[in-house]
């Protein structure tokens, strides 16, 4: 059971987290409880880290920043203790939770779990801190990014747990964004492969590491809701999903810019010569679209990049003029992916041109179309974003479908 | 160099005193720094685990509260590192500062230098959590009242190091309480027993437990203020103290009570019965005088408690009455105890007479008397705590004494 940061942002979710884990080990089941820091404190110690030194030791920002997850590790045992709960905190350097040295976003590289099974043996809950590990010089690494879901599925991985349920501020994962298309319904079961193209477009509710790590471990993945009764949404294995649903939902992602190089000569190694520089300064880069002039002497390349990394792409490209050898470099800062994503759709012709025929039948033009064997990504201006995404749900019928 | 917690209560704070280690370091030393949480932040922590469990496993408030010097030296070494010194900070379990398992007041077993050394052969400066250490069981401990102090003059020994300094808010030691005698002056030197009397008495620049040990394992120590250029207070053994003053100071505890049994049988035990039951409930006592009847067949006992435990003393005598089968209970609350301390007086008589005579000019009664080898205490009632302090700075000369 992974708590995040607004489960437990004060005592009394702290507790309601709590109460959670008492039922769950009141019915015989051995629970190991991953927490975050309450929510603001990651925050606040970066805050003060930053403001400390701005080009920091990530071994000191680790150390400073991976309290929070301590804190919270020791209040969630006492909060169980004081509910008769049999329970103890457990820091990643105590079980220990090994990983590499890279500061600031370890790898985890192996969970010793000796300790943990003599814990349960005892029949002790174990309350786990969440994002930090131990490197092989001794000192806390914390994993970056998404990092409490990423131990709580390592650990779910090594201790081979029949679930690993993540608590967050949602009851699910849902056919699209509810803000955007009030009917969306929530889904109650998800391949890893489809949760997995749903989170890296855009659906916030889980990080695309840990989804990409329990679907190469088969972890089976509840995401629910700390605040309702709701099952959530299981996500598991494509074995687990009885009838395949065509689609399963939309996605978005309103925060990217397309980039486009014009008038390149035609020659090998154009392709090297653009994002070979680009991949040097870490610009993400997404949906490469290449295309040659009428005459075929040259062509003009097309990405997408997030928006946060247009400048430095823009920056980047201005100073390899000479060697990428283009004639002008254009920049839209507001573009919008729009994706269909089904793992039914592999086996059904017809899903990308149902997106197609309802993109025109709105008036909104395809910039670039991107495809996996469970998604087709179009690239639309963002001003259409939304009602790209509410046309695209009324045509595939999400909101009706059977669960 | 021990840094309070005033002394790095923010990052500005933090920044200072790592400018005095940056000094340290820079004429050639090894140096540790040992930290407390920033002010108010083990308040804080204490706070939430108090509200999360009344009657909580000291293990998990161990847990809870350590984190707070974590986050201190980590920004400790931020701040060195950006001054250009080679630093890194060092978790109790890390080092390790090896204690029993006895959470919420851990005494240190050992301390393992092996890390550190080869941490200042590479002219790297040590900064080191206080307050924390680790049990047999593996789990974080702390140390209890004075912790941070107590960290940094078992870690002193332990290394050997040629000083200890305490970095504090105030400039160091005085004859006595600035507050009530301006003319009170600070003093350059003066011998651990002397300074643990000063400490036991009132005077609370130190710990009593962190200059016990360092008496105990010869660690000179400097008491000086973060915030002033002023050398502070060194603390040494008797053999640095080439000329001892007769009187070093006049130490004051206004928090005492004054307990008084009247009417008991004499006979063999009855120190025993009345003392043992307040020990089994931890009250502390102090300066007992016992004396007798004219008839003889008749004894009272007067002892001083500190204030807050003297509802728990006189209700635990009056529920061992009939053991102790005194005939009056007395209950003063208004007493003080003033303090002439000096290691000097062991070798020149007359400082006692000093004392009463000055005080029975003042038309002070004294209620109680207590000796030691270097320390003369009287009881007086608690409204002329300050008139006795301040006439008898001035009979002792303390004010004018050459440093």
Redesign the interface.
Known sequence: MKFGGTSVAD?DR??AAAERVRQEAAAGHAVAVVVSAMAGETNR?VG??E???SL??T???D??T???E??T???M???L??MGVDA??W?G??IPFLTDGVHGKARIRDIDTRLLARNFDEGRVAVVAGFQGLSPQ???TTLGRGGSDTSAVALAAALGAARCDIYTDVNGVYTTDPRIVPQARKIDRISHEEMLEMASLGAKVLHTRSVGLAMNHGVRLRVLSSFTTDPGTLVVGEDEILEEKIVTGIAYSADEAKITLVGIPDCPGVAARIFGPLAAVAVNVDMIVQSASPDGQFVSMTFTTPRADSALAMKTLEDNRESINYDKLLLDNKVAKVSVIGAGMRSHPGVAETMFATLAEKGINIQGIATSEIKISTLIAAEYAELAVRSLHDAYGLETAAA
Chains 1, 2 share one sequence.
Request: proline share 0%.
């Open positions: 005592l702290i507790a110690l003060l880290v403001k400390c030194s920091y030791d071994r000191e920002y150390t400073v991976a309290a929070g301590q804190v590790a020791g209040l045992a006492l909060a203790q004081r103890r905190s820091l350097w105590q001794n000192r806390i």
